[in-house]
């Protein structure tokens, strides 16, 4: 008797051409959860941005504010290796971290809200960030930050 390789025939798609998958009720009330959270953690963060006032609304609900300009001849360019500083802190204040980091532009290695951003900026420039949870360390947090925290991020970048 001879044994075969050719493995299991493919598994046919669960949906039709043309439709969408089928969401379960766990599925659909985490997605909704999801949306007001995140329309919560817009409108607060825009009150502070209009109290503390000298904010810019970044794609995905990031709030900039520069402290300090840059060198306007050196913006910083997608894939560049650059050094950011940054002291996060819950929105009351806690800090969470305070660290040095060199990273890519543009590669994932920095928290969304500043990685899909900092090309805008320039080398030596200081900004104060205000961040929604889904644009910093999202649904998981880290070590030192809660899941589904809003935070502010004071971040220079290193000449």
């Given at each position: 008797?001879?044994?075969?390789?050719?493995?299991?025939?493919?598994?046919?798609?669960?949906?039709?051409?043309?439709?969408?998958?089928?969401?379960?009720?766990?599925?659909?009330?985490?997605?909704?959860?999801?949306?007001?959270?995140?329309?919560?953690?817009?409108?607060?963060?825009?009150?502070?941005?209009?109290?503390?006032?000298?904010?810019?609304?970044?794609?995905?609900?990031?709030?900039?504010?520069?402290?300090?300009?840059?060198?306007?001849?050196?913006?910083v360019l997608h894939?560049?290796?650059?050094?950011?500083?940054?002291?996060?802190?819950?929105?009351?204040?806690?800090?969470?971290?305070?660290?040095?980091?060199?990273?890519?532009?543009?590669?994932?290695?920095?928290?969304?809200?500043?990685?899909?951003?900092?090309?805008?900026?320039?080398?030596?420039?200081?900004?104060?960030?205000?961040?929604?949870?889904?644009?910093?360390?999202?649904?998981?947090?880290?070590?030192?930050?809660?899941?589904?925290?809003?935070?502010?991020?004071?971040?220079?970048?290193?000449?």
């Open positions: 008797m001879m044994a075969g390789c050719g493995g299991q025939s493919p598994q046919r798609p669960s949906t039709r051409k043309g439709e969408s998958p089928k969401a379960d009720s766990t599925t659909l009330a985490l997605m909704t959860m999801n949306r007001q959270m995140s329309r919560s953690a817009d409108e607060e963060l825009y009150r502070i941005a209009r109290t503390e006032g000298g904010y810019s609304l970044y794609e995905r609900g990031t709030w900039a504010k520069i402290i300090r300009p840059g060198d306007s001849n050196r913006p894939g560049e290796e650059c050094t950011v500083q940054m002291q996060v802190t819950s929105l009351n204040g806690h800090l969470y971290t305070d660290s040095e980091t060199t990273a890519h532009a543009g590669k994932y290695e920095l928290p969304p809200a500043i990685d899909e951003n900092i090309t805008e900026w320039y080398h030596g420039e200081s900004l104060s960030l205000i961040v929604p949870w889904y644009a910093a360390y999202g649904i998981q947090g880290t070590a030192e930050i809660p899941p589904y925290e809003n935070v502010r991020i004071e971040l220079t970048i290193k000449e």
